[in-house]
T-cell receptor
């Protein structure tokens, strides 16, 4: 079945450093969504990418969708303590089902 | 409502009992999804509805699990004859449609003892 792989599983960065998480799907996706889950919280929708090669920015966050629509990345510039949490990608397949990756847990060192 | 509401927040049940988990989606949201999330893992798809129609139930682990959304609004996920392996956080989400981002509820933490 379809798989969505996310790496790394964990990332520790010093406050102010950059952070990137990568998402790869075994199949071509209709679109990809990104969510953030704070410790003890629930996933919160960040963004959806639809077009091949699409790049979107939200302040310090940059999201990219690969040309083949099988991979995506989230890059955070100059991390802050408020960025702590787990970042999930979620790929929508052609059956309209969204499959979540296992997430990348970001920990910020002060 | 303002957000997706799930009840109960916590449920402890004895092995073999049936449980019903409720989800009240955002008003006007057409699509409703059920996910299960183990600690340290991503949400695992269970089933979803568009209006009252169950579109996909391929993620339900076995026939002890069922879901309904009879009037296209509130949904209930029922687990019959619960087993310890059913213990998890059960999350409901809703959206305007399958092409939109999801709004998740706070979840129901189910513990089977």
């Amino acid at each position: 079945g379809q798989q969505v792989m996310q790496i790394p599983q964990y990332q520790h960065v010093q406050e102010g450093e950059d952070f990137t998480t990568y998402c790869n799907s075994s199949t071509t996706l209709s679109n990809i969504q990104w969510y953030k889950q704070r410790p003890g919280g629930h996933p919160v929708f960040l963004i959806q990418l639809v077009k091949s090669g699409e790049v979107k920015k939200q302040k310090r966050l940059t999201f990219q969708f690969g040309e083949a629509k099988k991979n995506s990345s989230l890059h955070i510039t100059a991390t802050q303590t408020t960025d702590v949490g787990t970042y999930f990608c979620a790929g929508r397949n052609r059956d309209d089902k969204i499959i979540f990756g296992k997430g990348t847990r970001l920990h910020i060192l002060p | 409502g303002a957000g997706v509401s799930q009840s109960p927040r916590y449920k402890v049940t004895k092995r073999g009992q049936d449980v019903a988990l409720r989800c009240d989606p955002i008003s006007g949201h057409v699509s409703l999804y059920w996910y299960r999330q183990a600690l340290g893992q991503g949400p695992e798809f269970l089933t979803y509805f568009n209006y009252e129609a169950q579109q996909d139930k391929s993620g339900l682990p076995n026939d002890r699990f069922s879901a309904e959304r009879p009037e296209g609004s509130i949904s209930t996920l029922t687990i019959q004859r619960t087993e310890q392996r059913d213990s998890a956080m059960y999350r409901c989400a809703s959206s305007f449609g399958t092409d939109y981002g999801y709004t998740f509820g706070s979840g129901t933490r189910l513990t089977v003892v």
